[in-house]
């Protein structure tokens, strides 16, 4: 697999149900970035994870990180329609560029 | 809050013809970069650079592109021949240095007829 894959490519759910997305890398990192997209739109940051923290949160949103593993997951809590979009983790390689994976397509449901 | 802004927002263009994508990035930004979505399918890595020079491109990054920032706050990509295959929507991001979090533009839609 590339570097920066993300499972499952795609998750239909209710809303208020919780959403978990999982990344999985090949080189060891700095850290690690989860970004949204909207459909047809630009990339937003949601939040960065160190490859010294194990654990982050921000909002509804709870990043885990396994450096061992070489994997992380995003979890969004109490989702919404709003939440509708694709996820991509991205990881900064040795040199100057980002990694991005091919993303999960998640839809909640109203 | 300070935002990478790009336009046009949709090119439209023939083939073979030359398109410039501009950008203006975040002021305090030392990083550039620029990055393509053909529909459906991943981010894909273009090229970053710094201190007015490339210092890393893909092997998409052929010879039909070319980036510079000419005033030291557009940045801009340029397509010399564009082809069928080129539509894709571009983006420019930007970092203040490599561990940090990268900005992301809204975008450019370049259609290629």
């Known amino acids: 697999s590339q570097q920066g894959e993300e499972d499952p490519q795609a998750l239909s759910i209710q809303e208020g149900e919780n959403a978990t997305m999982n990344c999985s890398y090949k080189?060891?990192?700095?850290?690690l970035q989860w970004y949204r997209q909207n459909s047809g739109r630009g990339l937003v940051h949601l939040i960065l994870?160190?490859?010294?923290?194990r654990e982050k949160h921000s909002g509804r949103l709870r990043v885990t990180l396994d450096t061992s593993k070489k994997s992380s997951s995003l979890l969004i809590t109490a989702s919404r329609a709003a939440d509708t979009a694709s996820y991509f983790c991205?990881?900064?390689?040795?040199?100057?560029?980002?990694?991005f994976g091919a993303g999960t397509r998640l839809f909640v449901k109203a | 809050e300070p935002e990478v802004t790009q336009t046009p927002s949709h090119q439209v263009t023939q083939m073979g013809q030359e398109v410039i994508l501009r950008c203006v990035p975040i002021?305090?930004?030392?990083?550039f970069y620029w990055y393509r979505q053909i529909l459906g399918q991943k981010v894909e890595f273009l090229v970053s650079?710094?201190?007015?020079?490339?210092?890393?491109k893909s092997e998409i990054f052929d010879d039909q592109f070319s980036v510079e920032r000419p005033d030291g706050s557009n940045f801009t990509l340029k397509i010399r021949s564009t082809k069928l295959e080129d539509s894709a929507m571009y983006f420019c991001?930007?970092?203040?240095?490599?561990?940090?979090?990268?900005?992301f533009g809204p975008g450019t839609r370049l259609t290629v007829l």
């Open positions: 002021s305090n930004h030392l990083y």
């Open positions: 991205a990881t900064p390689t040795g040199g100057f560029k980002t990694i």
């Open positions: 650079f710094y201190n007015n020079e490339i210092s890393e």
């Open positions: 080189t060891s990192i700095n850290n």
């Open positions: 994870i160190r490859s010294n923290e």
């Open positions: 991001a930007g970092r203040q240095g490599p561990p940090d979090t990268q900005y």
